[in-house]
């Protein structure tokens, strides 16, 4: 039997998928259906059929009968049109439309794949037999909704995963990932552990911060804003809007406004708006997708000298992006996101040392919240020369810019991966790219060159010759966004976070209510130590209140009762241990300080 790679497996599955569906369900439309990381899907329009869970198991086992038939996967090629034809015929809307596309490229062929009595428009390749399937762990595994080529202006599809491994034993180590991922949700813990929610009445995509995730989000930025000063950069805060004049100036009008959203008119009151008066003297703003602009206006405010660069200017911004509805997720795709974003306007000089000093900051940043460095993955983006509608900027430039971020990129040792096309629209970039605990990428770092919006924004310093001479902007953002950030936090973590993280570091279990003056002085001492901590005073009994700590993952629960207050010893339960500890009250604040202090990752 040949041993063909798992994604040829994948892609062939898709299609018995497919023939299983279509066999079911006869007047099922289908759409598309390739392999992906963990398996494949395969997307249908059932029209009015509602398909259910309890659905899945029988389309399971069609597949199982038709993959232990066996049947042969076989080739054939159409004429274009006589393809086109026969799709628009049987009503298959989705294919005909592929089809169409093809045709409009020039081409003349198609090929099909026969499965029995199924056929499916394909290129391939596939396995000979549904017999080289035998083996495969596979699952049937969930529905989704997904837009017909993901437009949300196109019919709603029904998308049908199916989990596919080697063999049953990787399946069911793949599901325990699943189900240990579930735990681990960010979406989940977010709520258990009081930090956000998403409400629809303030709109999807806009997270709510409850009082324990702005303490966890106040402690992260805290940190990063003292490692940037200690790192060299100053810091500034913009608007959450600018004029339409300045996003023409910056080029995001036209090379970035499938990512914006529409001009909010600033010349008149919403009250005007509502009773139909006409705008005296429009003034159109934008949200801003990003912060670049407003930093070049602050470094354009006055002349500069060479000797004060590089100007590195930092900020905590809150941006908005177009996003569609039925892609937001948690915090990892959301509609309004803080980014920690910098713009290092530097001589062209210093442009290798600047690259690298910011690498070297990524990474720490990393570790400081306790990322395994090693396993994170870096591509660099560089711009398609076949699509020069697509990006700003002279052929020199970009050259100029890739090479120089390739060099830091290999001199930095980076474990990086070329992307042809995924440049930004002024410049070359590197992004940094964590994985969660299913091991999927989110991108969250990135370092970008650019040599464009100098010159949009006509950007000049004066050099040691006394002539003015263009400088080189660098973007950064460490994090990518606070709420994606915190998202891969919370799942790293599962909620249990470090003590100098934790949004609450102790909790004070007062045995009865004859223990909460104590309990109160006790509290009052560790705050004006900077210690986070609750006293937990529900009515309720020592035992309960304790597992309520637990469930909360905080890190030490301190019980008072009559021992401790005549001792004035403490008793404390530590996160993730039977055993109880013991010490003064000094003693622990000096044990809390020292983790606080040190970061410690424990």
């Not at 198609?110 to 290129?123: A, E, I, K, P």
């Not at 990322?371 to 711009?383: A, K, T």
Request: proline share 4%; hydrophobic share 35%.
């Amino acid at each position: 039997m040949p041993n063909y790679p798992l994604e040829i497996k994948r892609h062939s599955l898709a299609h018995v998928l497919a023939a299983a569906v279509t066999e079911l369900y006869p007047q099922v439309r289908l759409a598309i259906g390739p392999a992906i990381d963990n398996g494949c899907y395969y997307d249908f329009d059932f029209g009015p059929i509602k398909l259910s869970d309890e659905a899945l198991g029988v389309i399971q086992n069609k597949m199982l009968e038709i993959i232990a038939s066996p049947l042969n996967f076989e080739r054939s090629v159409k004429d274009i049109d006589e393809a086109l034809a026969k799709e628009k015929q049987q009503g298959q809307i989705y294919k005909a439309e592929l089809i169409a596309d093809l045709k409009k490229q020039g081409i003349t062929e198609v090929s099909y794949y026969t499965l029995g009595q199924f056929t499916d428009l394909c290129r391939g390749p596939h396995v000979d037999s549904t017999a080289d399937l035998r083996g495969l762990g596979f699952m049937v595994h969930h529905l989704a909704g997904a837009y017909w080529r993901g437009d949300e202006h196109n019919p709603m599809l029904t998308r049908i995963y199916v989990l596919a491994f080697e063999t049953p034993a990787e399946l069911d180590h793949y599901l325990q990932v699943l189900s240990e991922a579930s735990e681990r949700d960010h979406r989940k813990l977010g709520r258990e552990l009081d930090l956000f929610h998403i409400d629809e009445e303030v709109g999807l995509g806009l997270p709510l911060w409850h009082p324990k995730g702005a303490i966890l989000w106040k402690t992260i930025e805290d940190f990063w804003s003292t490692q940037h000063l200690r790192h060299g950069y100053t810091l500034v805060r913009t608007p959450h809007i600018g004029s339409k004049s300045l996003w023409e100036t910056s080029g995001h009008w036209g090379f970035y406004s499938t990512s914006m959203y529409p001009p909010l008119e600033a010349g008149q009151t919403l009250r005007d708006k509502q009773q139909g008066i006409k705008v005296k003297t429009s003034e159109e703003y934008l949200l801003k997708p990003m912060n670049c602009p407003f930093h070049l206006e602050i470094y354009r405010e006055k002349l500069r000298s060479y000797r004060e660069l590089p100007l590195r200017y930092a900020e905590c911004g809150t941006v908005y992006r177009y996003e569609k509805s039925g892609e937001l997720s948690g915090l990892v795709r959301v509609r309004g996101f803080t980014q920690d974003d910098a713009h290092i306007i530097c001589r062209v000089d210093q442009v290798e040392a600047e690259l690298k000093g910011v690498i070297d900051f990524i990474l720490f940043m990393f570790q400081s919240f306790g990322f395994d460095i090693h396993s994170i993955n870096v591509y660099l983006s560089l711009r398609d020369p076949k699509d020069n509608i697509k990006y700003a900027g002279s052929n020199e430039g970009w050259e100029f810019s890739e090479r120089i971020l390739k060099k830091v990129a290999q001199e930095k040792n980076l474990n990086f991966k070329e992307e042809i096309g995924e440049a930004a629209f002024y410049g070359p970039k590197l992004d940094f790219k964590l994985k969660d605990v299913l091991g999927r990428e989110w991108q969250c770092s990135t370092l970008q060159f650019d040599f464009n919006l100098p010159e949009r924004f006509n950007l000049t310093y004066i050099n040691s010759e006394g002539q003015p001479e263009r400088p080189y902007i660098l973007h950064r953002a460490l994090f990518g966004s606070f709420e994606r950030f915190i998202a891969l936090l919370i799942e790293n973590y599962a909620g249990a976070f470090p003590v100098w993280l934790a949004p609450v570091q102790a909790k004070i279990v007062a045995v009865s209510d004859k223990y909460y003056d104590y309990s109160n002085s006790l509290a009052k001492i560790l705050i004006d130590h900077d210690i986070r901590v609750e006293i937990d005073k529900n009515e309720e009994t020592v035992s309960n209140k304790i597992r309520k700590a637990i469930h909360d993952k905080i890190p030490y629960t301190l019980v008072i009762g009559e021992k401790e207050v005549n001792s004035g010893a403490l008793t404390i339960r530590q996160r993730g241990s039977t055993e109880l500890l013991t010490m003064s009250q000094d003693e622990f604040i000096t044990f809390i300080e020292g983790k606080i202090k040190d970061h410690q990752l424990i």
